[in-house]
């Protein structure tokens, strides 16, 4: 398939060269300190029988959701494991934050959607994006790159933007426990299928969604500074909270500012995340419609789907049915009227638009070539390694996809012309021994999506 070669190096080219164009970026909400662990079989084997072997394996058939002690804490682990799937529970007891914090990490990252798209925007891609940090202590500021990256910071009515660094305060450092698997990882008879995370998140602030004052107060202020808004971190919103409020008020404050943006005509994101709660999920989705865009992989689309579709249709997106995945996309966009829907998945992406056009398609390859160079290097520096990748073969298992879409709907060139609506399909790079997985879609979202627009200005 000569054709995706060409087609990879020109978008490179395209969208790198379209990206100073964009004045700004918030990222709001969620950003934190991600403490990864890469596990190790003895340690991990020793760990769980000083709890009680039987009593974790019993849990993970039942799974709790949540973590209240050790029990819990390591039958997470092992579900994610037994089933190669991602999981993030909050942890609820100080006497497995303190274990936690003693067992420790192999590395901090910048963690969070916001976070992680704020080093990748503006450390890698240069380009200005101011940032809601919930809790910006030493620690967290310290994980922000060199850049144009800003935090805002008012002195009575005056305000000014200043780099993370320049803005640190005191405060809890919000630590989420990574712990990572390669496919094939074992712990007693139990196999991992496919290499994935569990998250045991530590963290009061981005549970509620906290907005630090300046963005509760001065939103107008920021949102004239940007051109484009990427909104994340809703995902963890429970229904109810002690103190009697519910995830009502978060979204709408939420909504409110989104208003503004809106009024402001600053283009906007929001980057779907598993969002466990049926209630929450569905606020979400009736929000939809006044964000421009949307970005979501096969588990949230399905999530979705139980909700604006149904079960069928929902099962049939979770196995990976491309036809089904495409009406699921009509489906939602009939449903919200949002102009975009970028679908990623292993190895293909596709995005429905209101609007036609190769530079969505052009977003998606550049998204994939970010992506590779992601899951090659756990953290991206440099604007040369997402070149590099353009060495990483393209996912050949993608390519009967690719003929089907050309056979069935006419596709050329990886673009299907609707009669109101374009879809995008491309086939990916996948990199055969990813150094790690956790914020590869937050990578491909943001990257589509600033690629993307960064080509209308
Ligand atoms: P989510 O966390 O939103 O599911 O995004 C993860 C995405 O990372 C997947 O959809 C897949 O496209 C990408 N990805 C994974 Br996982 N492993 C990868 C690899 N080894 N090479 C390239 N992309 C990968
Ligand atoms: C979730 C996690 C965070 C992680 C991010 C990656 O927001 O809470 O720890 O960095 O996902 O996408």
């Known amino acids: 398939m000569r054709l995706w070669k060409g087609l990879y190096m020109n978008a490179y080219e395209n969208v790198t060269n379209a990206m100073p164009r964009v ?27 000083r709890v009680g072997r039987e009593r974790v394996f019993e849990l993970v058939e039942k799974p709790p959701g949540r973590i209240r002690n050790l029990e819990e804490l390591f039958a997470g682990i092992l579900w994610s494991i037994t089933h190669g799937k991602a999981a993030e529970w909050f942890v609820e007891s100080d006497e497995v934050r303190e274990y936690l914090m003693e067992w420790g990490w192999d590395e901090l990252r910048m963690g969070g959607q916001a976070g992680i798209m704020a080093n990748l925007l503006g450390g890698v891609y240069r380009v200005p994006v101011v940032v809601h940090v919930p809790q910006n202590t030493e620690t967290q500021a310290g994980l922000f790159m060199d850049g144009p990256i800003y935090v805002p ?12 660094r320049e803005a640190v305060e005191d405060g809890e450092d919000l630590i989420h426990y990574i712990y ?64 009697g409020s519910t995830y009502r008020d978060v979204l709408d404050r939420v909504a409110s500012q989104l208003r503004v943006l809106n009024r402001l005509g600053v283009k906007s994101h929001f980057e779907f995340a598993y969002t466990a709660s049926e209630a929450v999920r569905e606020g979400i989705i009736e929000m939809l419609g006044n964000f421009t865009s949307v970005g979501l992989n096969e588990v949230e689309l399905a999530s979705v789907m139980e909700i604006v579709g149904d079960s069928t249709l929902a099962e049939e997106v979770l196995n990976g049915d491309l036809f089904a995945t495409i009406d ?3 489906l939602l966009m009939d449903e919200t009227g949002i102009e975009r829907i970028h679908f990623h998945t292993y190895g293909h992406y596709m995005a429905l638009t ?24 756990g953290n991206l520096e440099r604007l040369p390694q997402v070149r590099d990748a353009l060495s990483v073969p393209t996912n050949e298992r993608a390519f009967p996809l690719v003929e089907a879409l050309e056979r069935e709907m006419d ?41 993307e627009f960064a080509r209308t200005l």
């Open 23 to 49: 004045r700004g970026v918030l990222l709001a909400y969620n950003t934190n300190v991600d403490g990864l662990k890469y596990l190790e079989t003895n340690d991990l084997e020793e760990r769980i029988e």
């Open 153 to 164: 910071r008012f002195y009575d009515s005056a305000f000014e933007l200043v780099h993370p």
């Open 180 to 243: 990572e698997f390669p496919r094939g990882f074992r712990v007693f008879e139990v196999e991992a299928p496919r290499e994935n995370r569990f998250i045991a998140n530590a963290d009061d602030y981005n549970a509620r969604v906290y907005m630090r004052r300046e963005f509760r107060e001065h939103f107008k202020k920021i949102a004239e500074r940007v051109d484009l808004a990427i909104i994340s971190g809703l995902h963890v919103l429970k229904e109810r909270y002690s103190d």
């Open 328 to 330: 699921a996309m009509n």
């Open 354 to 377: 209101r609007y036609r056009g190769e530079h969505v398609r052009d977003a998606l390859l550049f998204a994939a070539l970010a992506a590779a160079a992601k899951a090659m290097h």
């Open 411 to 451: 596709m050329e060139n990886g673009i299907v012309d609707m009669t109101d609506r374009q879809l995008a399909f491309v086939p990916t790079k996948i990199v055969a021994s990813p150094k790690s997985t956790v914020g590869i879609g937050d990578t491909i979202s943001s990257s589509a999506i600033l690629g």
